[in-house]
């Protein structure tokens, strides 16, 4: 259980700094939350927490909330945070295994995904992904239909062998890409049900390359 006591004798340390040699008392820990002086000793007595001005007061003097409330260590709290990649989940977005799908926008959240996993499945290369959902039955046995790949838009270079999500002026697609001796485009479905497509190289744009996937999230 959080303790109003306790916390003031924190942000007493944290006042000290900027008045050396000169005892901070509670009233001016009150002073510095902006509320009342008679309102500030009510409110120690009872126990209740003024979250409010306490997270201003820490977003103004930069202090981490954690170790104010939790004596957390800033280290200890980005060694946790390294444990987990951030990823951008577009969850209404579908790359299409079979007919265009719609392209990108800026609907997204941010999904943690632990590194051990995420290692596993992408090695250690590039980490700032995206992750979006496959549409259609082309891309099976490799791509289920609704499983979610992680995309690794810094690798678009299509001579390499892989998968790639490519915008194309019929949707999104994605395919094995190869780009034909002539100059045009192939999109290579692993179902050997679907024939390839042939398309121009300037109806075509590589979003980025395939580095992972799993059933759902």
Request: proline share 2%; with cysteine.
């Given at each position: 259980?959080?303790?109003?006591?306790?916390?003031?004798?924190?942000?007493?340390?944290?006042?000290?700094?900027?008045?050396?040699?000169?005892?901070?008392?509670?009233?001016?820990?009150?002073?510095?939350?902006?509320?009342?002086?008679?309102?500030?000793?009510?409110?120690?007595?009872?126990?209740?927490?003024?979250?409010?001005?306490?997270?201003?007061?820490?977003?103004?003097?930069?202090?981490?909330v954690?170790?104010?409330?939790?004596?957390?260590?800033?280290?200890?709290?980005?060694?946790?945070?390294?444990?987990?990649?951030?990823?951008?989940?577009?969850?209404?977005?579908?790359?299409?295994?079979?007919?265009?799908a719609?392209?990108?926008?800026?609907?997204?959240?941010?999904?943690?995904?632990?590194?051990?996993?995420?290692?596993?499945?992408?090695?250690?290369?590039?980490?700032?992904?995206?992750?979006?959902?496959?549409?259609?039955?082309?891309?099976?046995?490799?791509?289920?239909?609704?499983?979610?790949v992680?995309?690794?838009?810094?690798?678009?270079?299509?001579?390499?062998?892989?998968?790639?999500i490519?915008?194309?002026?019929?949707?999104?697609?994605?395919?094995?890409?190869?780009?034909?001796?002539?100059?045009?485009?192939?999109?290579?479905?692993?179902?050997?049900?679907?024939?390839p497509?042939?398309?121009?190289?300037?109806?075509?744009?590589?979003?980025?390359?395939?580095?992972?996937n799993?059933?759902?999230?």
């Amino acid at each position: 259980m959080l303790v109003l006591s306790e916390i003031i004798e924190k942000l007493k340390d944290v006042l000290s700094e900027s008045t050396i040699g000169k005892k901070v008392f509670d009233k001016d820990v009150a002073n510095a939350l902006n509320i009342p002086q008679a309102t500030f000793a009510t409110m120690k007595k009872r126990n209740s927490i003024p979250y409010e001005e306490i997270l201003e007061f820490c977003a103004i003097k930069k202090i981490s909330v954690n170790w104010l409330f939790f004596d957390q260590a800033v280290d200890m709290l980005k060694a946790e945070t390294e444990k987990f990649f951030q990823v951008r989940y577009f969850a209404d977005i579908r790359a299409s295994a079979g007919g265009g799908a719609y392209g990108f926008d800026e609907d997204f959240e941010t999904i943690s995904i632990d590194e051990k996993i995420m290692h596993n499945m992408v090695g250690l290369g590039n980490t700032e992904l995206e992750a979006i959902h496959v549409d259609g039955e082309s891309m099976e046995p490799t791509l289920q239909d609704g499983s979610i790949v992680f995309v690794d838009r810094e690798q678009t270079n299509i001579n390499k062998d892989g998968i790639f999500i490519a915008s194309t002026t019929t949707g999104l697609f994605i395919k094995r890409i190869r780009q034909r001796a002539d100059g045009m485009v192939e999109l290579i479905s692993d179902n050997k049900m679907y024939s390839p497509e042939v398309i121009s190289p300037d109806e075509v744009s590589i979003v980025g390359k395939v580095v992972g996937n799993i059933e759902s999230l």
